[in-house]
């Protein structure tokens, strides 16, 4: 118990992720394609349409991108976080290089990491509540200038008016 009292809030929640992750571990990547929708983001620059795939289940996230090629341009993965909370992901298995982009419940961008290290175990994310996490090509968030509060528009967001 000491040991983790002496633990981060960060700390903590890299820990109950990564052992949430061991115990819904990807059995056989690369998984098969998932449901896919359409995105919209908007940034400064415009309007871009993404088509992704919905990660929404433990093993769909656990799976996610592992052992796939490099995403096309306008391609890309939604994991959906239920309840929103702090968020953190590594590249373990995943070839391609990718751009996170972190998500709160009304849509608003709250977290951008560009280009995650392929197979890299380095956990990287946020604490700030997040309901979903998109991963995309890595470059598209530089080529779009993704910023924070940029707005992403799916079922998964509700904006408040």
């Given at each position: ?45 415009g ?40 968020a ?7 070839p391609a ?35 979903g ?19 992403v ?9």
């Amino acid at each position: 118990m000491k040991a983790l009292r002496s633990l981060s809030l960060s700390g903590f929640c890299l820990a109950v992720l990564l052992s949430t992750a061991s115990a819904h571990a990807c059995k056989n990547p690369p998984q098969s394609q998932l449901k896919t929708e359409q995105l919209t983001l908007e940034t400064l620059r415009g309007v871009t349409e993404f088509t992704v795939e919905l990660a929404a289940t433990a093993e769909e996230k656990a799976c996610g991108l592992m052992k796939r090629p490099r995403l096309a341009a306008f391609k890309g993965m939604l994991f959906q976080q239920v309840p929103p909370g702090p968020a953190y992901f590594w590249m373990k298995n995943t070839p391609a290089p990718l751009d996170m982009i972190f998500i709160d419940a009304e849509g608003r961008v709250i977290h951008v990491i560009e280009h995650a290290t392929p197979y890299s175990t380095t956990a990287r994310g946020t604490d700030l509540p997040t309901t979903g996490i998109l991963e995309l090509r890595a470059g598209m968030a530089s080529r779009l200038a993704i910023e924070l509060g940029d707005r992403v528009i799916h079922r998964w967001f509700k904006p408040v008016n």
